[in-house]
């Protein structure tokens, strides 16, 4: 079973607008991660966040994580046309090796 | 990225025929994983490694088998392919367990 899922499942927006993703999950967690993926392309990592931490930024990318509701959300500013690709979030238990997966937001932002 | 390559890009197979997937990396990275993603869903894990004597069951590991050759080798059978396993298959690896996973560029395999 999937231990994050994101929402909305699809997002359309207009360049220049930001786009907001959520990602909730089950269980306690070591850490959340952020990933891209152009269509049939291979996964680009793009943030990591301990469960300790509440918010980190990276350029145009601000994450934040709310362990009290498990729940975080990835902010993308001022779009562009090069962020249309599919948005997941996975998430890590504990001491466990594995990173699980969502199901992904897909996101197409118009130029 | 390309310190994870991936072979072949595209495979067309038929129903219970073996193929072999590989996966190559130059990171040094001691941990490799198999993933399967099929449409509109997140990635599913197959088989872990540490090294060349460690090997793991993931949660999807029935019908297909691993092979470790060495640290930057990392290969995926599947040893009677059927219709189902037609999906996008992923090789990652990473530094550290539960740390960023760095993938390659994927195996689009379809089973007749």
């Known amino acids: 079973s999937q231990q994050g899922e994101e929402d909305p499942q699809a997002l359309s927006i207009q360049e220049g607008e930001n786009a907001t993703m959520n990602c909730s999950y089950k269980t306690s967690i070591n850490n959340l991660q952020w990933y891209r993926q152009n269509s049939g392309r291979g996964l680009v990592h793009l943030i990591l966040i301990r469960s300790n931490e509440r918010e980190k930024h990276s350029g145009r990318l601000r994450v934040t994580l709310d362990t009290s509701k498990k729940s975080s959300s990835l902010l993308i500013t001022a779009s562009r046309a090069a962020d249309t690709a599919s948005y997941f979030c996975?998430?890590?238990?504990?001491?466990?090796?594995?990173?699980?997966f969502g199901s992904g937001t897909r996101l197409l932002v118009r130029p | 990225d390309a310190d994870v390559t991936q072979t072949p890009r595209n495979r067309i197979t038929k129903t219970g025929k073996r193929i072999m997937l590989e996966c190559s990396q130059t990171?040094?990275?001691?941990?490799m994983y198999w993933y399967r993603q099929d449409p509109g869903l997140g990635l599913r894990l197959i088989y872990y490694s540490f090294d060349v004597k460690d090997i793991n069951k993931g949660e999807i590991s029935d019908g297909y088998s691993v092979s470790r050759q060495a640290q930057a080798k990392f290969s995926l059978s599947l040893e009677s392919a059927i219709p189902n396993q037609t999906a996008l298959y992923f090789c990652?690896?990473?530094?550290?367990?539960?740390?960023?996973?760095?993938f390659g560029p994927g195996t689009r395999l379809l089973v007749l």
């Open positions: 990652a690896t990473s530094d550290v367990w539960g740390g960023t996973q760095y």
């Open positions: 996975a998430t890590t238990k504990d001491s466990s090796y594995k990173l699980i």
């Open positions: 990171k040094g990275h001691d941990r």
